[in-house]
Nanobody
């Protein structure tokens, strides 16, 4: 069984910084893509940033230059450093991890979601 545990959310004033972490545990190997999504009240969930096993990174336009995604493969952890936070960044942030898991029938690809962590930016 695979679990994703997120941490680092909280309340911060506009212009401040937060660092989110998400660690995968359990029977997951060869993690390919790790990503952060967010969902604000009344809005659809959107992809904020993702990073592949090869190090390719993409960001949604609204966070470019302010957020940095990184990963530690040995720790099975993905980070999101958020600087110059704005009130419009307020949302629940979810990590998303895709990798290879094994069962009695062999390996297969699967995607998992974290439980979400609240980020609130006050003006």
């Amino acid at each position: 069984q695979v679990q994703l545990v997120e941490s680092g959310g909280g309340l911060v004033q506009a212009g401040g910084s937060l660092r989110l972490s998400c660690t995968a545990s359990g029977n997951i190997f060869r993690i390919s893509t790790m990503a952060w999504h967010r969902q604000a009240p009344g809005k659809q969930r959107e992809l904020v940033a993702h990073i592949t096993s090869g190090g390719s990174i993409e960001y949604v336009d609204s966070v470019k230059g302010r957020f940095t995604i990184s990963r530690d493969n040995a720790l099975k952890t993905v980070y999101l450093q958020m600087n110059s936070l704005k009130p419009e960044d307020t949302a629940v942030y979810y990590c998303n991890v895709r990798g290879t898991v094994y069962n009695a029938r062999g390996p297969y690809e699967a995607t998992y979601w974290g439980q979400g962590t609240q980020v609130t930016v006050s003006s």
